[in-house]
């Protein structure tokens, strides 16, 4: 059976990466939500017992390996060369979710304990996304049921967020912020990083990839025990990050653009296995209280991020996909920008989210020690 617990974990992911190569899935159904609750029904059924210890293990190892195959593909020098105004806008949204977690970590300090915790993973996930709140739980020890909480809470509001995007976003944004210029100049570049990806071989991407990601994990363990004499999980989780920014800049590894789906694909077996670990009946205990305080963190940091945009006078479009990198990943780029219609914008916006990959875990973990002195 315990084969049989690891195979699940493994091949259903799987499934729902081939689902999605064939636009099987809605677009509404995100894999997240549907491993979530294949793990959640394994765990609440009855009917498969589930090795608390294995689900466990694979939960805590998908997340350091899938960090760095996630930035593997990033480019900051020419982000921050050709985009001036996105990097702007990103980093308003960053000091926005900086404002917000802090003033509901204030309003919400004395109904939820450690609130400092959850503080930091709501700004990792707003700033980079569920790897980063992912790896910010694990470092601070977080209780399974509580991620399950929060990012269930993210979920709902996040689906809030985007029929608003969906629908009179950029009509109203228009009103008070500039329209974007269009220079002609990241068309053909996006074209051919789409042309690349669907002529790679597969197999061999996949394979480097897992095994740098592994070499990259196994060098951040040593580096732990260097320093701590033990298995520390906060400096493991720093590790990784940096040494896969820092392997973003050679041009070998960058030209892994399948490392990316390999890494969504590990992201996708540890929501899996985390779901199988939680109690349903335990996760509806205080899950109001921590919703309240992720709906005001997220919303209050997106209304400071439209007002500080207003100020330093960003177009509305480039708010809007800095706003969605920050708070969906890469993800849901492609399918605002062309509710937009603004296919200009895609690359810019696609870099801003593996860029908040990159900080959202150091940021996160700053936030927490920060709240954690203040509270």
């Known amino acids: ?81 050709r985009a001036k105004k996105a990097v702007l806008s ?5 000091l926005s979710i900086s404002i917000s977690v802090p003033f509901g970590a204030y309003i919400f300090k004395d109904q939820l304990p450690e609130i400092w915790k959850i503080g930091a993973m709501l700004v990792g996930v707003y700033t980079g996304g569920t790897p980063n709140m992912s790896a910010i739980g694990l470092s601070l020890e977080v209780p399974e049921a509580t991620f399950i909480i929060l990012n269930a809470s993210d979920m709902v509001l996040g689906g809030i967020y985007l029929l608003f995007l969906m629908t009179i976003a950029q009509k109203l ?11 002609g100049d990241q068309l053909l570049e996006e074209e051919e990083y789409d042309k690349q990806y669907r002529t790679t071989e597969i197999a061999k991407q996949v394979s480097i990839s897992l095994g740098l990601g592994l070499l990259i994990l196994g060098f951040s363990v040593g580096l732990s025990f260097l320093i701590a004499g033990k298995i520390t999980t906060i400096i493991v989780m720093l590790s990784v990050t940096t040494l896969g920014v820092l392997a973003s800049f050679s041009s070998k590894i960058k030209a892994l653009t399948l490392s990316y789906q390999t890494g969504e694909y590990l992201l996708l077996v540890f929501c899996v296995a985390l779901g199988s670990l939680v109690d349903i009946h335990e996760l509806m205990n205080n899950a109001s209280t921590i919703f309240w ?26 708010v809007l996909i800095t706003s969605v990198a920050a708070i969906y990943g890469p993800a849901f780029v492609g399918p605002i920008a062309k509710v937009l219609n603004n296919k200009e914008i895609i690359l810019t916006g696609l870099t801003t989210g593996l860029m908040g990959y990159a900080i959202g875990n150091y940021w996160g973990l700053m936030m927490a020690f920060l709240l954690d002195y203040a509270l």
């Not at 677009?27 to 609750?37: C, D, F």
């Not at 009917?47 to 195959?69: N, R």
């Not at 944004?173 to 220079?183: D, R, S, V």
């Open 173 to 183: 944004l228009k009103k008070f912020l500039p329209a974007y210029t269009y220079n």
């Open 293 to 318: 305080y992720a709906t005001l963190a997220m919303f209050g940091a997106i209304g400071i991020h439209f007002v500080l945009a207003r100020l330093f006078k960003i177009d509305a479009d480039t």
């Open 90 to 94: 990103f980093a308003l949204c960053v």
């Open 1 to 81: 059976m315990q084969l049989v617990q690891v195979l699940l974990f493994l091949l259903f992911p799987a499934f729902l990466v081939w689902l999605g190569s064939k636009k099987s899935l809605p677009g509404w159904l995100s894999p997240v939500i549907l491993s979530y609750a294949l793990g959640l029904l394994l765990a609440n059924s009855f009917l498969f017992p589930i090795d608390q210890k294995i689900a466990l293990t694979v939960s805590e190892a998908a997340v350091p390996i899938s960090i760095p195959l996630l930035l593997f593909t990033t480019d900051i020098i020419r982000w921050w060369k």
